[in-house]
T-cell receptor
Framework: IAGITQAPTSQILAAGRRMTLRCTQD?????MYWYRQDLGLGLRLIHY???????GKGEVPDGYSVSRANTDDFPLTLASAVPSQTSVYFC????????????FGQGTRLTVV | GQNIDQPTEMTATEGAIVQINCTYQ??????LFWYQQHAGEAPTFLSY??LDGLEEKGRFSSFLSRSKGYSYLLLKELQMKDSASYLC??????????WGAGTKLIIKP
């Protein structure tokens, strides 16, 4: 199946626990992104990777880490979850360049209690 | 600072035309995107503008004026399935997308 896949679809997590959200794409896109989407706010970039082996911080990186060991996978880790990290998380990928739309995964709805 | 503004919500009638506006102030400009997002789903790409003018794609058109920092998405012959949020995003100087909060479009029969 071509596209971008996230797992899990939803999760309830106790505060203080560690959690990794998985993201895999099979489109051979160089660039990958993690966003969070909260009601009333636009998508906010957490971390990104322009190519395998490199990562960068977005607008709201605190409390999150990423790795990009290969082209296809871009996991997002919450080292010690807090309630303010309750959100819908979207992974996306794109080719690099100007006219390159992003393709999104189906999202992970995370609730930290 | 960088800012993208869109109306929070709009209502339109099935079969009618609606225009969703987006104004932006960003450091650098490398194109403007419109995405559609149905409730509980992922955003999907609708259109891209980098030069001034109108881009038409079926029932949807998107317009850009770089000098005014302004874009609109025009939806014609509205259908119930067009009920969704419409997200405006600008690719800034670092080639990262900056997103508006989205406009929720409600279509009434």
């Amino acid at each position: 199946i071509a596209g971008i896949t996230q797992a899990p679809t939803s999760q309830i997590l106790a505060a203080g626990r560690r959690m990794t959200l998985r993201c895999t794409q099979d489109m051979r896109h160089n660039a990958m992104y993690w966003y969070r989407q909260d009601l009333g706010l636009g998508l906010r970039l957490i971390h990104y990777s322009n190519t395998a082996g490199t990562t960068g911080k977005g607008e709201v990186p605190d409390g999150y880490s990423v790795s990009r060991a290969n082209t296809d996978d871009f996991p997002l880790t919450l080292a010690s979850a807090v309630p303010s990290q309750t959100s819908v998380y979207f992974c996306a990928s794109s080719r690099t360049g100007e006219n390159t739309e992003a393709f999104f995964g189906q999202g992970t709805r995370l609730t930290v209690v | 600072g960088q800012n993208i503004d869109q109306p929070t919500e709009m209502t339109a009638t099935e079969g009618a035309i609606v225009q969703i506006n987006c104004t932006y102030q960003t450091s650098g400009f490398n194109g403007l995107f419109w995405y559609q997002q149905h409730a509980g789903e992922a955003p999907t790409f609708l259109s891209y503008n980098v030069l001034d003018g109108l881009e038409e794609k079926g029932r949807f058109s998107s317009f850009l004026s770089r000098s005014k920092g302004y874009s609109y998405l025009l939806l014609k012959e509205l259908q119930m399935k067009d009920s969704a949020s419409y997200l405006c995003a600008v690719k800034g100087s670092n080639y990262q997308l900056i997103w508006g909060a989205g406009t929720k479009l409600i279509i009434k029969p």
